[in-house]
């Protein structure tokens, strides 16, 4: 199981990123995908996930009509768009495959296992 997430960058506040996580060694069919930040100083904190069969839970409210996780499972990949972005959107986005492998199991770090290296996301005000 590896992943890779991609797409970060410095952007202006107002701006977009699409990032990407590209999985190998499973099918996104079978397997759920969450996507976290880590902002500098702060803990890691959950930020979306789409399960197997695509139900796609948001967890932060600040996120709700700015973010949209999405998956091309031909391509074997989960996208996170974000749009509108803050300066309190920078932070280090990683991408995880939880415990129980298909569904998004909560928000808690801990109940994911496979993590990928992250990509930084700096917005400047």
């Known amino acids: 199981v590896q992943l890779q997430a991609s797409g970060g960058g410095l952007v202006q506040g107002g701006g977009s990123l699409r990032l990407s996580c590209a999985v190998s060694?499973?099918?996104?069919?079978?397997?759920?995908i969450g996507w976290f930040r880590q902002a500098p100083g702060k803990e890691r904190e959950a930020v979306s996930c789409?399960?197997?069969?695509?139900?796609?839970?948001y967890w932060i409210d600040s996120v709700k009509g700015r973010f949209t996780i999405s998956r091309d499972i031909a391509k074997n990949t989960v996208y996170l768009q974000i749009d509108s972005l803050k300066p309190e959107d920078t932070a280090v986005y990683y991408c995880?495959?939880?415990?129980?492998?298909?569904?998004?199991?909560?928000?808690?770090?801990?109940?994911?296992?496979?993590w990928g290296q992250g990509t930084l996301v700096t917005v400047s005000s």
């Open positions: 060694g499973f099918t996104l069919d079978s397997y759920a």
């Open positions: 789409i399960s197997n069969n695509g139900v796609i839970t």
């Open positions: 995880a495959v939880p415990l129980l492998y298909y569904s998004c199991v909560g928000a808690r770090v801990g109940r994911y296992k496979y």
